[in-house]
């Protein structure tokens, strides 16, 4: 009976990493993984330790960057250069670690379906483990006198069009506004979690920490002109956990994040509910 449970366990094990392809590609002219899953398709830039894309199974990337042969301008590189995930260090000397598109940080495939990442400091650590539907990000090392942020910057539902279909929640709020982020309107709030869906689009992306704090999280919507979101024809959500008021990350302990696709909308209270039980008891 003892060697039968082992043997089902191993088998469940194996058979989840299983589900889970990582390979080598080349991608917008830099080294990347292509992490492959039964719902999601994942590309990680490697030298910059953060996604470029997350792609659902509809073919619709809700990242969506650009890589952009002139510096970053804001808010132009809202339409490109400045989307991504998890976006992680910014602002010191190892600023750009987590992002894509920098050579801040050195990403091995450490297992199955684990990608491990360090800085080139050698300050900062994280790995990414991969399942059928969802990711964990685990922070296992942090520089001890700075901060980091989990920031989702990409296009909701594959697109920047009609924001009027577009539509967020958090652990506070099942429907909150389309604030600007270039007018100072963004919303700042302690969460669990936040959501983002399209009402074109039968899903949501989320992410969830494991660990909750009192700090400041963030959602708003940057347009690609000064003029604004409602008139800029690109543009991406700011969102995610450990961003003040300030622009400056704040969170500083080791964490564990889990982000992914859930396949239905949230549109209604009871949605809502089901879903808010769910993320408040996810595993790790």
């Known amino acids: 009976m003892k060697i039968a449970l082992t043997f089902a366990f191993f088998f469940v ?32 830039d490697r030298a910059g330790g953060g996604f470029s894309s997350i792609i659902d199974k509809q073919g ?63 300050l900062w650590e994280w790995t990414w483990t991969f399942y059928k539907d969802y990711a964990v990000w685990n922070v296992t090392k942090t520089d001890p006198d700075y901060f980091y ?14 924001l009027t279909d577009k539509y967020w929640g958090s652990s506070n709020v099942m429907s909150g506004k389309i604030t600007d982020f270039y007018k100072n309107q963004s919303i700042y709030e302690p969460t669990k979690f936040q959501y983002f869906g399209d009402k074109t689009v039968n899903r949501i992306f989320y992410i969830v920490q494991k660990d909750i704090d009192e700090l400041e999280d963030i959602v708003g919507w940057l347009g690609n002109k000064p003029e604004g979101m409602e008139f800029s024809p690109d543009g991406m959500v700011v969102a995610g956990l450990g961003r003040s008021k300030k622009g400056k990350p704040s969170m500083t302990k080791p964490n564990t994040f889990r982000i992914g696709f859930i396949e239905k909308q949230i549109i209604t209270e009871k949605e809502y509910n089901k879903l808010k039980k769910s993320l408040n008891s996810v595993k790790y």
Do not use: M
Not at 14 to 27: D, F, K, P, R
Not at 75 to 104: I, M, T, W
Not at 150 to 162: A, Q, S
């Open 13 to 44: 094990i194996n058979g989840l990493s299983a589900q889970v392809t990582i390979e080598e590609i080349n991608y917008q002219d830099r080294s990347h993984f292509k992490i492959t899953t039964p719902s999601i398709t994942y590309l990680f």
């Open 149 to 162: 942020w989990l920031l989702y910057e990409g296009t909701v539902g594959g697109n920047w069009n009609n």
């Open 60 to 122: 619709l990337d809700w990242i969506s960057y650009k890589k952009d042969s002139s510096v970053a301008t804001y808010p132009k590189s809202g339409g490109g250069q400045y989307r991504g995930l998890p976006n992680a260090v910014f602002g010191n000397e190892d600023g750009g670690c987590g992002h894509p598109g920098f050579d801040k940080a050195i990403s091995e495939k450490t297992s199955n379906n684990v990608i491990t990442t360090k800085s080139k400091s050698g």
